[in-house]
């Protein structure tokens, strides 16, 4: 197990792996054989998760020591290489030089058999089937000892971190809240206090038939922040006030899975296919004062930061939210015809 190290002053963390431990799953590929198709499910950890669709029912299978479940359309397994461990340990040390061990799971969710087949590009009926699963994971995680929250993201591509092409999620664990989710946190109390409302809510509300909407169906809103960090930066928002992503039901899922696809291939479309990362920001489902409206981050990788950023956190954007809305939402628009069968 690695540690979890604190930065001298500030509420910054970062994992450490043990030793000389490096954590490039692709040291694995043989032959160029990736480790998440179909075929090769010796080469990852038994899926303690396989959703299975058979005469049009879910089925949530596992392996066995006897049994790999193959024709799965998902499939969970602790990472190999994670970047926290379950393994006991009780290494600690003091301020200045404070470290807690990265106690954690490190789960993979492998959306789809097909290699080839991006996110941007799965059917809205596969995101469905995605996000039930993460919701399974998640209710399962927070069931467990020492787990406060659980993260999901997607690096997708070289640029954003991905050492797999294969279309895949990370679900990571830690014992405490991260500290931007802890900020997001803190502001949501905050102007709660202040104004008597959810700031989130307050966005939508703003934001909705906005110049920064990208996309709007029964139950989400997209748009381009007002203030974005990243180029063509989006964010997605369940439209009525919701702080579990645990309780949505099949019907949101389903219309979630809607507005993934079509932002997604439309963000795929127009930028040329960039690497990005997803992230979901959740609340804590365990008895916590730190609520926020849950919602999907986007961040296409499409420039390197400056100095400026990496050492002052002053972001300098070159593109307009106003502007990327409008190319991002034409695209998407279009996207979601397709996919609903307008012409």
């Known amino acids: 197990m690695g540690d979890l190290r604190k930065d001298y002053v500030l509420d910054k963390f970062v994992v450490v792996p043990a030793g000389d431990q490096t954590m490039a799953l692709d040291r694995r590929v043989e032959e160029g054989r990736c480790p998440y198709c179909p075929g090769n499910e010796s080469m990852t950890e038994p899926a303690i998760l396989a959703l299975v669709v058979k005469d049009g029912m879910l089925q949530r299978l596992s392996d066995s020591e006897d049994t790999v479940i193959d024709d799965w359309s998902v499939r ?19 301020k200045p030089l404070y470290s807690e061990p990265a106690y954690g799971y490190h789960q993979i969710v492998v959306a789809s058999p097909e290699h080839r087949q991006s996110l941007s590009q799965i059917s809205v009926e596969q995101w469905a089937n995605v996000l039930v699963v993460i919701q399974d994971r998640v209710r399962w995680l927070y069931t467990q000892k020492s787990v406060t929250y659980v993260s999901i993201y997607v690096n997708s591509g070289a640029g954003a971190g991905a050492l797999l092409s294969h279309p895949h999620l990370h679900m990571v664990t830690f014992s405490s809240i991260p500290p931007v989710i802890e900020m997001e946190a803190e502001g949501s109390h905050r102007f709660m206090n202040e104004n008597g409302n959810c700031p989130a809510c307050n966005i939508i509300s703003v934001e909705s038939s906005g110049p920064r909407q990208i996309l709007a169906t029964d139950s989400f809103l997209s ?5 974005p960090t990243y180029q063509h930066e989006f964010w997605i928002y369940p439209k009525r006030h919701m702080t579990s992503f645990s309780k949505i039901t099949q019907k949101e899922i389903n219309d979630l899975a809607l507005m993934m696809r079509a932002t997604l291939g439309g963000m795929s479309k127009t930028l040329k296919d960039p690497a990005f990362n997803l992230v979901f920001h959740l609340s804590p489902e365990k008895k916590n004062s730190r609520q926020i409206h849950w919602h999907i981050e986007v961040y296409p990788q499409l420039s390197t930061w400056s100095g400026l950023e990496r050492g002052f956190g002053v972001y300098v954007n070159q593109v307009r939210p106003e502007k990327s809305a409008e190319i991002l939402g034409s695209a998407s628009r279009k996207e979601l015809a397709g996919l609903v069968g307008i012409v």
């Open 76 to 94: 969970v397994f602790h990472n190999t290489d994670p970047i926290v461990a379950t393994v006991p340990t009780s290494t600690y040390s003091d």
């Open 223 to 227: 748009f381009s922040p007002w203030a």
